[in-house]
């Protein structure tokens, strides 16, 4: 194949945010010229590597393949750039981290510590819910995952790292917030604040709700655990949150725990990454001294 490195990573670049326009703005580059570079690819293989449906961008069958090859192409390269800067002595490179919401209450800080030891390491932390850092793992896109309920099928490393406990969280003046021992039915048709479809907090909440069959009335979705706790504050509802949410002290007066017998529900946060992933020299050292941190 006489394709360039150039050529692979335009196309990549297409690949990953399905369109010409933004990679040409990422690469900054024009987009006549991002599309000529696709074109060229597609010439020398003889097949197209995009399909386009009305206004969406789909890669085809052998563009699928191509995007995968790409990405294994650029992880060797980069990280063969990290070892290069081992044997000098330096730690050097990048570290991609994808991390779900919950987690923004402790990562960046323990990134600052890190950063503070490795000054020449960039740095790449992706915050989304469980449903995107499941995409983003399965498209190999990031170097270590941070999540709760790790997916069971697929090929995983799993490290436990933290407690995250879920608890019930209502306005600090609702009837509720006086009383002990609250039994769960007692949430029956409460208003309630619920993160959005493909949240993992949302999941687990669920599921005890449903095993106690408890129906509270969803009032509002939101996709933001500091928005839930200005809208508890704001009287909308009530919410289930970890408790790593809570912590800062802005809402403190406002909020209350509920002390429902059946929370909080127990979770866990862990660090993991794909079993058939060479981890760079850095992930392996964030890796580490993430698991040095860690209760367990
Ligand atoms: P979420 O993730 O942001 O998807 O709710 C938190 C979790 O799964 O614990």
């Known amino acids: 194949m006489q394709a360039t490195l150039h050529q692979l990573r335009v196309f990549a670049t297409v690949a990953r945010h399905r369109s010409f326009t933004k990679a040409a703005d990422e690469l900054n ?8 570079q696709v074109k060229h690819l597609a010439n020398i293989l003889e097949l197209p590597l995009f399909e386009q449906i009305g ?3 789909y890669l085809t069958e052998v563009g699928e393949a191509l995007l995968g090859t790409c990405r294994d192409i650029f992880d060797r390269l980069e990280n063969f750039e990290m070892q290069v800067a081992d044997f000098k002595g330096m730690k050097q490179g990048k570290l991609r981290l994808a991390a779900v919401t919950t987690t923004k209450y ?9 950063c503070a030891t490795y000054p020449e390491i960039d740095i790449s932390l992706q915050v989304i819910n469980h449903q995107q850092l499941i995409q983003r793992m399965t498209d190999n896109e990031d170097d270590l995952y941070i999540l709760s309920n790790p997916p ?15 608890v019930v969280v209502a306005k600090s003046d609702h009837p509720l917030a006086e009383k002990h021992n609250i039994s769960i039915q007692e949430l029956n048709g409460e208003s309630f604040i619920s993160r959005e479809a493909g949240s ?12 106690h069959k408890v129906a509270v009335r969803v009032r509002l979705e939101l996709g933001s655990n500091e928005a839930i706790k200005h809208a508890i504050a704001g009287g909308l509802g009530i919410s289930v949150l970890s408790q790593h949410s809570l912590f800062a002290k ?17 979770r866990y ?14 992930a392996q050292t964030f890796l580490e001294y993430l698991l040095e941190q860690s209760q367990f």
Do not use: C, M
């Not at 406002?254 to 017998?261: G, H, K, P, T």
């Open 29 to 36: 580059i024009t987009q006549p010229t991002v599309s000529s």
């Open 55 to 57: 206004k969406q961008l």
């Open 106 to 114: 402790f990562v960046p800080r323990l990134l600052g510590s890190f």
């Open 152 to 166: 069971k099928d697929i090929n995983l490393e799993i490290h436990k790292i933290l407690e995250n406990p879920l």
């Open 200 to 211: 993992g907090t949302r999941r687990a909440i669920q599921e005890l709700l449903n095993k």
């Open 250 to 266: 802005e809402l403190e007066s406002e909020l209350a725990i509920l002390d429902v017998r059946e929370f909080p529900i127990e």
């Open 269 to 282: 946060w862990y660090v993991a990454y794909l079993s058939s992933k060479q981890l760079s020299t850095i």
